[in-house]
Structures are given as structure tokens and as C-alpha cells.
């Protein structure tokens, strides 16, 4: 099993920065690849970003190319999603997630998930 904590959230003015940071622990000896996905209340799962286990690959939404940065340490068992250039459309949950499988993680199936951090862009 593998646990994900994620941390950095807030609320933040349109055009301004914010980074997100996801913590594993458990059992994290596996190649996994992790990242992130966000939801609007009513509205399906987005995929955000994700980034392979050795970080060859990176994966992004298309809506947020171009802004949004994924990186990994995996020294510490992380992962962070920088967002630059925020917009109020980028308001939502941003959950942290892993699995074996990428394309699973972007599909929204990840075998594990955090809890999720609340993201607000408003003037």
C-alpha cells in the first residue's frame, strides 16, 4: 500500500503562482509513476500532470500546458505540480496520485489517491 499527502494549496489572484507538493509513504519500493488530477464539484476528474518513476517522461492536460510544471524527487517521495500563470478556471481539488500503470493514472483509475487540496484562483 501507498499513502499520499498532499500540501500547498490555497487561494491565490489570477496570473499569480502557486506549488503544490505530494508526500508517498508505505510502500514505495515500486516504480510508480505519480502525479496529479483535479475535480469541480459536478464536474468528472481531470488529469493535470503526471511524471514517470525515473522522470524520463512527463505527461500533461492540455489545458494547462505551457503553465503548469511536474517534477519528482524521489530521494524524498515526492512529487510537485508548480503552476504558473494561474486562471480562474483552474479552481478545483488537485489530487495526488500513483500508480504502476501511466496511462491508468491519466485515465483517473490510480490504484492510490491522496485526499486532495483545494485550489482557488479569484480576484
Known amino acids: 500500500q501507498v499513502q499520499l499527502a498532499e500540501s500547498g494549496g490555497g487561494l491565490v489572484q489570477p496570473g499569480e503562482s502557486l506549488r503544490l507538493s505530494c508526500v508517498a509513504s508505505g510502500n514505495t519500493r515500486r516504480a510508480y509513476t505519480m502525479g496529479w488530477l483535479r475535480q469541480v464539484p459536478g464536474q468528472q476528474r481531470e488529469f493535470v500532470a503526471a511524471?514517470?518513476?525515473?522522470?524520463?517522461?512527463?505527461y500533461y492536460g492540455d489545458s494547462v500546458k505551457g503553465r503548469f510544471t511536474v517534477s519528482r524527487d524521489n530521494s524524498k517521495n515526492a512529487v510537485y505540480l508548480q503552476m504558473n500563470n494561474l486562471k480562474s478556471e483552474d479552481t478545483a481539488v488537485y489530487y495526488c496520485?500513483?500508480?504502476?500503470?501511466?496511462?491508468?493514472?491519466?485515465?483517473?483509475?490510480?490504484?492510490?489517491w491522496g485526499q486532495g487540496t483545494q485550489v482557488t484562483v479569484s480576484s
Open positions: 496520485a500513483a500508480d504502476a500503470v501511466s496511462q491508468d493514472l491519466r485515465n483517473g483509475r490510480a490504484n492510490y
Open positions: 511524471q514517470t518513476w525515473d522522470g524520463g517522461v512527463s
